[in-house]
């Protein structure tokens, strides 16, 4: 068995003023060919938990390890960040750049790429992510899937050994969900996605954690049995 490119282990974080702690014992293990699919009710701690894996809040007790070194003080997560895209719930936390292009050459230029090869990678992912022409608008004037787009192109941007995705659906039209699916399924990197969206889920992972009350546990998500509905229709039904 390889070993993980990143585990966090009994994690515990409780917000200040607040008393309910957001994790309480909380684990993840993410392998180079992980598709993990993370589920769980509204306020379960899913959020948390990748917020602790990217160094963004440090727990008060559990550890973390990204390629076999044991993260503790915010410098130890240098290497984690750019090499593990992270596509915020809320793109207006991710994107800060006046411009689309700005936006999407800031990593590649912040890994050291050239301008020329940073603007040269931005396009094309751009490209990718369907919104090939929005290099020069302005960013916090988009609409909230292009926005959830321009970001993904910006993580997609610095190239990175695996991606953590906090409810990249939200906003995305049926096509567009598609063609996110699509990029996904293309990328022979580790995926770990927060999502609501079973289906989606159940299209993009092969293996599923769920999440209640701050802990984690590996979940039998049987993929065709569960009853939904689907998007745009409004009758909820079971496939067999
Ligand atoms: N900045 C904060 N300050 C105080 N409490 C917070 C903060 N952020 C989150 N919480 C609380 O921590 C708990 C876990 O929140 P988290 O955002 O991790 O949930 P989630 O599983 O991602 O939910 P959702 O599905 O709604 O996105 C919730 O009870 C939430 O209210
Ligand atoms: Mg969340």
Redo the contacts with the bound molecule.
């Keep these: 068995m390889t070993t993980p490119l990143l585990s966090l282990t009994d994690i515990h974080y409780t ?4 008393t ?1 702690p ?1 994790l309480t014992g909380a684990n993840l293990e993410l392998f180079p060919t992980s598709r993990l699919g993370v589920l ?10 990748f ?1 602790a894996a990217m160094g963004i809040l440090t727990p008060s007790k559990g550890t973390i390890t990204y390629a076999n070194s044991q993260l503790k003080v915010e410098k130890d997560f240098i290497l984690l960040r750019s090499e593990i895209g992270y596509l915020f ?1 809320r793109s207006d936390d991710q994107l800060f750049s006046p411009t689309v292009i700005d936006d999407v050459a800031f990593g590649p230029l912040n890994l050291g790429k050239t301008p020329e090869q940073a603007l040269r990678i931005a396009a094309e992912k751009l490209s990718l992510v369907g919104l090939k022409g929005f290099e020069n608008r302005i960013t916090h004037k988009l609409s909230g899937g292009e926005k959830k787009m321009v970001a993904l192109a910006s993580v997609l941007a610095m190239q990175p050994k695996a991606l953590l995705l ?2 990249p659906t939200n906003d995305l039209d049926p096509d567009t969900r598609e063609r996110l699916i699509h990029i996904l399924k293309n990328l022979d990197i580790a995926l770990c996605i ?1 999502s ?1 969206d079973w289906d989606f889920l159940d299209r993009t992972c092969t293996s599923f954690l769920s ?1 209640e009350n ?1 802990e984690t546990k590996a979940t039998e998500f049987i993929p065709h049995t569960h009853i939904h509905t689907h998007q745009g229709g409004n009758v909820t039904h079971k496939h067999e």
């Design positions: 917000y200040a003023g607040t309910m957001a769980g009710h509204n306020g379960s701690g899913k959020t948390t938990l917020l719930q906090d409810e927060i609501h999440v701050g």
